[in-house]
């Protein structure tokens, strides 16, 4: 009944209308305007808040294959997101690329619409001229030994980041290594990871000596017996991340626990310090790490380090980023910018900044990586309800390949919406392009203008050998 009622429906408004119906089917990327807005972008050098590129020499995906030690198609995929969501065919050390994609070129079918298989698309596209949805055999080959090739010599990261995804710096998370304040690339900021300081209780939560603030006190000559005495050790890390050069911190403790943070008083978070966690009640854990992240907070104001909150996309359960807003609001003189818009969470996000738009920005780093369209939709409603000096983005990968497809989609997704809003009549073309420019470039380095003394493009290249 229905589908009748449509069909005489269509008849009824005849050819014309159906003409239009067809041309908006090819969508907002076939339209002048978005060609325009995209090229524009294009052209920005991008400042990229948040990524993951370990020292060249340990990128996390290399591989025994039968030529030797390398990068390969496996590698990149399975080092993507892509394999958060669909598994792919593990790499049999030494094996051959023929025995791993006889296989694996059966791993893309069930998951062809995701945003996490689709993102990596754009860079064999540019990068390699090929079409991986319609690859042949040979050409997956063919790709392979290109991108062995390619790592034989980290110019290739040099030239994709700075050169083809058009980025001018880059933060980087160092994960790896928290408190070790050290950069590899010279286009790169250093960020000053907090996550693991919550968990101070005990000397026996670090397993990685880079992480331990106990290792840090000790090279710095300072005690560890007290909650007071960490508070000073916490100053210090502050103290020693800033003239290393980091810019902000960054916390991803919405993959481990809540991020509902309660205002302890320090004598009951005081009553966790010392004791190891197989002698502690999880209220006891959680109390310390509240007090701890409260701490953080009031730091990040005193050392002028904006704080970078994983939100969203975690442990669903507690990333909400409403959870913040008692701490936010207790901490006016903070900067927070929440990550990857909150995802699923955007418009809780948008509504969050629209409250403190003088105190907390909104990072879509990741956002269009995990849902394009929600990305879409949240530039959108972004737009709308928050000043458009507010919102940043990142690409949020681990190789040069991941980085270029994570910001073209970034650039493709912000050039649509814009183009979206110029079509519209919601915005002119000149504004448009402007607030692109503040996305990708402008409000990073308002926010953070020690980032003017470093910029570099306009003198020219970076070589990998002008390491920092
Ligand atoms: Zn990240």
Known sequence: ??????????????????????????????????????????????????????????????????????????????????????????????????????????????????????????????LYGLDFEKITDAQARELND???????????????????????????????????FTTYYPFEVLVFNVTTLVRGFHSSEFSNPWDSPYRFASEEGLEMKTIDDYLVVLDRLFQ?????????????????????????????????FGRPRDQLKPEERKEFEDFIMWR????????ELPFQVHTGQARIQGSN??????????????????????????GETGVIVMRRPRQVWVDSVWLPTLSYTMAKRA???????????????????NHAEGIYGATEFTRRCLAEVLAEKIDAGDLKEEHALRIGNQILRDNALSLFPQLNDRLWKHKGKLEPSKKN
């Open 1 to 126: 009944m229905a589908q009748a009622l449509f069909i005489t429906w269509i008849w009824l408004l005849g050819p014309i209308t159906l003409a239009t119906t067809a041309q908006s089917f090819g969508g907002t990327r076939d339209t002048p305007i978005y060609k325009r807005v995209k090229a524009q972008l294009d052209s920005i050098p991008a400042i990229d808040t948040h990524d993951h590129l370990w020292p060249f020499e340990t990128l996390p995906g290399y591989v025994e294959t039968d030529r030797g030690h390398g990068m390969n198609l496996s590698s990149l995929w399975r080092n993507s997101y892509y394999a958060w969501i669909n598994p792919i065919t593990a790499w049999k050390p030494g094996g051959s690329f023929d025995e791993w994609w006889a296989k694996a070129r059966e791993d893309f079918r069930n998951a062809r619409g995701t945003s996490f298989y689709r993102y990596q698309l754009p860079a064999f596209e540019d």
């Open 146 to 180: 290109r991108i062995f090739q390619n790592y034989q010599d980290q110019k290739w990261l040099y030239h994709v980041v700075t050169e083809r995804a058009n980025i001018e710096l880059m933060f980087n998370d160092p994960y790896w290594a928290r408190l070790k």
């Open 240 to 272: 020693k991340a800033k003239a290393a050069g980091a810019a902000c911190l960054k916390t991803t403790l919405a993959y481990e626990r809540t991020l509902d943070f309660q205002n302890v008083p320090k004598e009951r978070a005081a009553k966790a």
């Open 296 to 303: 953080l907070a009031e730091l990040s104001a005193k050392h």
């Open 321 to 346: 980023p409403m959870l913040l807003v008692d701490l936010i609001e207790a901490n006016p003189k903070a900067k927070f910018i929440l990550f990857h818009g909150g995802f699923p969470w955007i």
């Open 379 to 397: 530039f959108h409603e972004w737009l709308e309800v928050m000043p458009s000096d507010r919102i940043m983005w990142g690409a949020d990968c």
